[in-house]
């Protein structure tokens, strides 16, 4: 939060010793430690909460990508089913293809 260092707080104190007096410094210490805390809770707080809120958003997102993927893989697996069951080739861009053997002379025919 605030960097301050030794000097910057003796120097703070000195001041508040002289504003305040002895009777009420230590009064306004424990105040200002109690409020100073009580920020400090409530910017971890909502550091939490802000982080939770992002990595579930990520998490939704991730989720939605893999319900897409999973739609369009059963949508091609689908539709090679239903064309090997007609008989047909399937359409899908993976075409199989067939190879010849070599020769017996063992030259490869084209």
């Not at 007096?21 to 920020?39: C, H, N, Q, T």
């Not at 993927?69 to 059963?74: F, S």
Request: contains cysteine.
């Amino acid at each position: 939060m605030f960097d301050v260092g030794f000097w910057e707080l003796t120097l703070i104190l000195l001041v508040g010793l002289i504003v305040l007096g002895p009777e009420r410094l230590p009064k306004a210490a424990r105040s200002v430690g109690f409020y100073l805390r009580k920020l400090r809770t409530f910017v971890i707080t909502a550091q939490q909460q802000l982080e939770s809120e992002i990595d579930a958003e990520a998490l939704r997102r991730d989720i939605a990508e893999s319900k897409q993927n999973i739609r369009g893989a059963l949508s091609e697996i689908r539709q090679d089913v239903e064309h090997s069951i007609r008989g047909e080739a399937p359409q899908s861009g993976c075409e199989t293809t067939t190879r010849q053997a070599p020769s017996a002379d063992g030259k490869d025919n084209p």
